[in-house]
């Protein structure tokens, strides 16, 4: 688990919004050199991680897990440093006044996302709108336009911490969670044993629309696909169907665009070998990029595997490293096995 710890560790430290993913360049390549054969990065920020198999003309296994993480924009720079901001993926508003932020200009600052006193809200009620709301910086307009240009993106600030009962809470969890599991599995994966050359994307654009790794799984044209990626954890509110339980492994999804007969055979295998695990239905589309990988070139035989959240999209997102650890004994078990 120590190991777990540590790589999830060096992961949320990179900030890396969508659209901006070639920003921890330097951290990934060092994270992955150790690791892997090959450590690469396309045009669109995608990081491309290959193991190879001591297996001669082996079968490609591509295991993606996407790299970008929800964030902020700046549209305007406003008298007595306040900068305008628009939203880069899904953030819930509700939690968003009152959070700190790290801006990416010319070089880092730190930033206060605005919030009205509750004595002073005319609809305290209603959810904060994104246009209504900005990041005070502290500085002055002129020096601020010296930092800061429109277009700049913004970071949640990290806080990492580990707490009770193996759960750790940080933003970027998703989906840097899965990524932390596929590079420990790959760790731990013997090139004897593999029968596969491994591929892993750390993918790119994800949040905003699944681009990155459409164009990668194009090219690396593998047999088959296995996506990885965070899903709702379970509380006393949420239907059990529409989520998974914390503690209970990471999650083969069921779904109309995972392949049917990879699916049944991993969850055989993973019954056969005693690795926990849990089942979840998505009866349509994933909202993952198990759907655009899944359509790629001719089509791919893809797998869905998630790990459960509480909290997504927030600064203070929550996993379990039990979970991260079944995923990754998940993904060890699935490269060793030839007929899938």
């Not at 929800?70 to 406003?78: D, E």
């Not at 599995?185 to 459409?214: C, F, H, P, R």
């Not at 914390?246 to 392949?259: E, F, M």
């Not at 359509?295 to 791919?300: E, L, N, R, T």
């Amino acid at each position: 688990m120590e190991n777990i710890k540590r790589i999830l560790k060096e992961l949320l430290q990179i900030y890396s919004v969508s659209g901006n993913e070639k920003m921890g360049k330097e951290a990934v390549v060092s994270l992955a050199r150790d690791v892997f054969d090959e450590v690469k990065i396309d045009n669109m920020g995608t990081y491309i991680l290959v193991k190879k198999s001591n297996k001669k003309n082996a079968k490609r296994l591509l295991i993606d897990a996407h790299f970008d993480t929800v964030g902020l924009m700046v549209t305007s720079i406003k008298k007595g440093g306040f900068l305008k901001v628009v939203n880069i993926g899904g953030l819930d508003t509700r939690v968003l006044p009152a959070t700190e932020v790290v801006v990416h200009g010319k070089r880092d600052i730190y930033g206060l996302i605005t919030s009205t006193p509750p004595h002073l809200r005319k609809e305290s009620s209603k959810n904060p709108k994104i246009e209504d709301l900005m990041v005070d910086t502290g500085y002055e307009k002129e020096e601020l336009e010296k930092i800061v240009s429109v277009g700049d993106f913004i970071s949640y600030k990290q806080q990492i911490d580990f707490i009770s009962g193996d759960y750790v809470t940080a933003s970027s969890l998703d989906d840097k969670a899965c990524l932390a599991a596929v590079i420990e599995a790959a760790s731990k994966m013997d090139k004897e044993m593999l029968q596969y050359d491994v591929y892993v994307t750390a993918s790119a654009q994800e949040e905003t629309g699944k681009a990155g790794v459409a164009r990668v799984a194009f090219d690396i044209n593998p047999d088959i696909a296995i996506i990885t990626d965070v899903n709702f954890a379970r509380t006393e509110k949420e239907e059990d169907f529409e989520t998974i339980e914390c503690k209970g492994g990471a999650s083969v999804d069921i779904s109309a665009l995972t392949d049917r007969r990879l699916t049944r055979n991993i969850i055989n295998l993973l019954k056969e070998k005693g690795i926990k695990h849990q089942l979840v239905c998505e009866p349509g589309r994933t909202c993952t990029n198990n759907d655009p990988v899944s359509i790629s070139g001719y089509g791919i035989r893809t797998a869905l595997m998630s790990i459960p959240l509480k909290s997504m999209h927030t600064p203070s997102e929550t996993v379990n490293l039990q979970d991260i650890k079944s995923l990754a004994d998940i993904l060890v078990a699935v490269s060793y096995e030839e007929n899938l």
